[in-house]
Every structure is written in C-alpha cells, then in structure tokens.
C-alpha cells in the first residue's frame, strides 16, 4: 500500500496546466511525469497544498490562484538596465532568467522580458505572474523519501533531480 501524500514523500504526478485563456502552458501526459518532494515547496503552494492526502491513481483537477501560484504581476518589478549587466554566461533572449542580487542581499531569479539596443528590461514577475493556473492532474507513485532527498529538498531518480 502507497502512503498519501504528506511532507516528506517523493510524489510522481503527470499534470497539465491550462491558462484562463485556454492556452496549454505545460503538459507531461504522453512525456516524462515530474517526480518531486512534497512539503519543499518544489511546485507552486496552492498546488502542493491541494495535492496533499491525495492516493496514486487518483486524477483531480486543481484551481491555483495567481497569489498562490506564480504570484500577483507587479508592475513595479520591471527594470532597463544596460546588457553588460546581465551575466555573460546568459543568452540574451526573451524569456530566459538568472540569479540576480536583490538591494536585500537575496538571491532572486529575473527574467528577460525586452531587448531594446543595447538595454534589456528584467522582470522579477514569473513569465505566469498574475494567472491563475488550472491544473489537471494524475497521482502515479508516492513513496517516502531518502534522507538525501530531505537534506537536499528535492526528489532523487528519474523525473528528479540527478547529480553529476
Ligand atoms: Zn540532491
């Protein structure tokens, strides 16, 4: 007998995610289901925590409002800065993110948003921020998890996380 899901398990789950416009963001059925720690905040809390007591085998689908999810826009949280300021080791293209360094110290992701001449405009909104995110969902394997994955906070194997 499979645990439910609760903190401290390795949960395997083919989802898709569907946009309030009907657009599909993602979808793992027919590919590669995602394997994650539960309880690590791993996915978006709206969804772990609608995820928990779940049993493999059980679908269900799963509204995830925007603050529970990528979180509100903020439209404040765009900046044009120069493209000698993003790391070199990041290709300069809509859509991709990197590690910037908040005035706090913190370590926050950013994304590409514009390129503009030699300016690009970083956004610290997800590229989802302000969606609410309309999931379906498949429970296919909960097991618990090794202490590795507990110390590392993420799953170990196939769908999770591999070290090289
Ligand atoms: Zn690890």
């Known amino acids: ?18 946009l309030d416009d009907g657009s599909i963001a ?9 394997t994650y720690l539960h309880g690590a905040h791993n996915i978006v809390p709206g969804l772990e925590r609608q995820l928990a007591g779940k049993n ?3 679908t269900l689908e799963v509204v995830v409002e925007a603050k529970d999810g990528y979180g509100e826009y903020d439209p404040t949280a765009e900046q044009t800065v120069p493209k000698t300021q993003v790391p070199p080791n990041v290709e300069l293209k809509v ?5 910037t360094r908040a005035r706090t110290g913190q370590q926050m992701p950013v994304w590409i ?3 503009t001449g030699d300016n690009v405009v ?3 909104n997800h590229p989802m921020a302000g ?22 906070g993420h799953a170990h194997g196939p769908g999770g996380h591999h070290h090289h």
């Open 1 to 18: 007998m499979k645990p439910a899901i609760a903190d401290g398990h390795v949960v395997t789950i083919h989802y898709r995610l569907t």
């Open 26 to 34: 993602d979808d793992s059925f027919g590919g590669d289901p995602l």
């Open 56 to 58: 493999v085998g059980d």
């Open 95 to 99: 859509g991709m993110s990197f590690q």
């Open 113 to 115: 948003r514009a390129i």
């Open 122 to 124: 970083v956004s610290a």
């Open 131 to 152: 969606q609410r995110l309309n999931f379906k969902i498949e429970v296919k394997d909960v097991r618990r998890a090794t202490n590795d994955e507990k110390k590392h």
